[in-house]
């Protein structure tokens, strides 16, 4: 929560939110795209409608660091109002933002090849000691 939105309340509005937004011009276009996203499926999840999967990410500041929102819960309140408590998960693929060309070709080379390693030879080489 401070990371993202500057507040380890726990709690945290709409108009905050895009406030704080507004202050990281590089990446509040994407960042508003994603709010829409999450209002978007919290009107569904509470009018019981199908949900599409959020596809938006919320970027850290101007970048690149992000996370993935996952709606976890959602329900309308007596006075008309929607609560929702909403999961960020950090998102480890995908473009960089923010980042010089050739270091950000160095760090999906490291990325993709730390992946290979644990996801398609690892499992191969079970029985020995994999350094």
């Known amino acids: 929560m401070e990371e993202l939105f500057g507040t380890n309340s726990g709690e945290i509005d709409w108009k905050s939110i895009k406030e704080r937004f507004r202050e990281f011009p590089n990446s509040s276009e994407a960042n508003f795209s994603a709010l829409k996203e999450i209002s978007r499926a919290a009107y569904c ?78 499992p191969f080489n079970s029985k020995k000691q994999f350094r």
């Open 45 to 122: 999840v509470c009018h019981n409608k199908n949900v599409l999967p959020i596809q938006g990410t919320v970027f850290v500041e101007q970048g690149p660091k992000r996370y993935r929102p996952v709606i976890s819960h959602a329900s309308k309140l007596s006075t008309g109002r929607v609560t929702c408590q909403i999961l960020l998960i950090e998102e480890a693929g995908g473009q960089l933002q923010n980042v010089d060309k050739y270091l950000g070709a160095l760090l999906t080379g490291i990325r993709m090849g730390v992946r290979i390693r644990w996801e398609v030879i690892k």
